[in-house]
């Protein structure tokens, strides 16, 4: 009894597909032996300048237990004379920065300016313990630091000396210090929301803050 098996027929047609180190078959090659460049897509460039002023976690108590939000101050400006500032909380940073823009164009306003996008006078406002000079230069560029200077550069304004007289670091309350000194300059009559909006902030450094700032 012959106890071999059947030799399997082959067929010569079949290419060999064997994929080892040495071999060089890796399918067709396509036209032209080049690959084509990735497609990139550009990020569409934002409407205004923006520049975070600050960003604070912070935790409430609560029945269930502690709650933990981001808070989140933001200035926009165009460069042009508009100027805006607003500020934003949820339960994660991209919702506070969301929140903090709107509201910062809904306070936009334009300031008044001269041909060399200076100032037209002198002003001078204080929001909290955070007093600001504002007085126009001739030709001695942007003197202001602080948060200051960042609000004046959004605006696009030149030639201005900026007095800040404030004994505390808040970079917000300085932020807006310089938002209603500017306030003080701006092009048109009545400017309802913008004025609500100041009091409104003034309003709420007076009330007690109900969470703990952690840093």
Known sequence: MDTTKPKQHTNSSTPNRSYGAGSNNRGPKREGGERKPRAFFEKPKPEFDQKMVSIRRVTRVVAGGRRMTFAVALAI???????????????????????????????????????????????????SSSKLTMM?????????????????????????????????????NNARVAYKTLYLLKAQSSLPKVSAFISEQESEIKDKEVGVEVK
């Open 136 to 172: 126009p230069n001739r030709g001695k560029g942007l003197v202001a630091g602080s948060t200051v200077r960042d609000m004046l550069i959004l605006a696009g304004l030149k030639n201005i000396t900026a007095k800040l007289h404030s004994g505390s670091k808040n970079k917000l």
């Open 77 to 127: 400006g165009d460069k042009k004379g508009s100027i805006g500032l607003g500020t934003g909380k949820g339960g994660d940073t991209a919702m506070a920065i969301a929140k903090a823009l709107r509201q910062a164009k809904k306070n936009m306003f334009k300031i008044k300016t001269t041909k060399d996008m200076s100032i037209t006078h002198e002003v001078s406002a204080k929001f």
